[in-house]
């Protein structure tokens, strides 16, 4: 069973202009460049100019000595940001966890450990892994008593995985990129489980396109890179046989993925039934254990 165990950064933070208008950027990463900038979602985004220096609050107070200089709108409607004196400290002192947008609520304490897995360790992704989110460690203890041998990958979540899938997407057969690490122990365990003709089981779709991006000839190669992989029905699986994963939204990759996993028939059938019968959707939702259909 293969874990994504990446965590959520505090990536939300709510600024002021120096009109008095308020502001949300989202830093996108905690990684930055040469010049200091991080990409960021910002909103409301049409008025605001590069140069512009945004002060951040906590609880509607003013930070002193933290802020976020918008340096470049980029042609997708994110900007390279420069947090001030750096992102970890901004994300440490002003920022929260991002619930996802569909959550038309604001964060609430509880929020801060429902929304990370108990398996979470390297920081990195701006939302949660979700079907981790189904797994206590009662539950961790009770598949160690059954044998269950448990690995882990990091693939740090984006924010394609709450996006609409765009025809641009589409055409160019490609997602948002997303950084990855496998590690030595998990490839090996990966790689001799297929070779005893064992089972597969990984823990949502952000485990399973981390670990068919770093597949070749069927082997899952140890080490980091990124991956653009676009998984949708007529995908040929080459390393994962079972899959946790939560029910998607609709027009998302996610359901894409699903439905190239599982079979689009029987994946649809089985969201009818979550319709008919009221189950919960995406994060805090409900989850279906799907074998691949190859």
Known sequence: MVVNNTRVLAARLAARRGTGGAVEVLLLSDAPGADGCVPAMVRPGRRLKAGESLELLKDGVSIPGLSVVLSERLPDGTW????LPGPGAVMSEAGALPLPPYFRRDFEADDAWRY?????????AIAAPTAGLHLSEDILDA????????????????PGTFRNLRSADLDAGMLHQERFSVPVETAEAVNCARAE?????????????????????GMVQPGEGSTRLFIQPGYRFSVVDRLLTNFHLPRSSLLMLACAFGGQERVMAAYQHAITTGYRFYSYGDAMLMDCER
């Open 116 to 124: 990370q897995t108990v398996f979470a360790g390297p920081p990195g």
């Open 197 to 217: 003709g064992r089972r597969v089981v990984a823990v949502g779709t952000t485990s399973t396109r981390c670990l068919e991006s770093a597949a070749v000839d």
């Open 143 to 158: 598949l160690d008593s059954r044998g269950v041998h448990r690995a882990h990958i990091t693939l740090h979540v984006g």
């Open 80 to 83: 390279r940001v420069r947090p």
